[in-house]
């Protein structure tokens, strides 16, 4: 499968942003909306039924990953995952994408509702942003030994809508 090309965090920021502003509706989570945001090919994995992504390497040590999953044509999902070599079992690294505060603060500013669903029994952390139907979940973890909140990065963003199968007044 080919390689994306090295970005700089900076272009990939604004490639995730670019992902999010193209979504409004689930129609538009497709392969061409999602190329044309991002300027990046997707591709299907060998073996793979369900995921076109694309993947690459930064300038500052990780990888990125763009992804666009589609089991059915109502339960399709575009994610974002940074990939930090360096990482522990618990998902934290030393290394950080972005600070999650730089994305809370963009999501906000593009009109999304924010609740936090931190489940610490599970090591679960992250925040849900909500624009009618669109649901955006940002995973964070630590880059620091301990558990502190204001020290937080970009684990992993999902873009999606709420199933209207299962929520008939979501549409």
Not at 152 to 157: A, E, F, L, R, W
Request: proline share 5%.
């Amino acid at each position: 499968m080919p390689r994306g090309p090295v970005l700089t965090p900076e272009q990939v920021w604004d490639k995730l942003l670019a992902m999010i502003d193209a979504i409004g509706q689930r129609e538009d989570l497709n392969q061409q909306n999602i190329e044309r945001a991002i300027g990046l090919k997707l591709h299907k994995r060998p073996g793979e039924t369900h995921s076109n992504l694309v993947i690459g390497d930064t300038t500052a040590g990780w990888l990125y990953v763009f992804d666009l999953v589609a089991h059915t044509d109502s339960d399709i999902s575009a994610w974002f995952r940074p990939r930090r070599l360096d990482m522990d079992a618990g998902r934290n690294s030393p290394t950080c994408t972005w600070r999650t505060e730089k994305l809370r603060a963009a999501l906000r500013e593009r009109g999304f509702d924010e609740e936090s669903r931190i489940f610490t029994d599970r090591s679960y952390f992250n925040w849900q942003y909500t624009r009618g139907p669109m649901v955006v979940d940002v995973r964070y973890y630590f880059d620091q030994e301990h558990l502190d909140y204001t020290s937080t990065c970009i684990d992993s963003v999902l873009v999606s809508f709420v199933i209207p199968e299962f929520y008939k007044d979501a549409t």
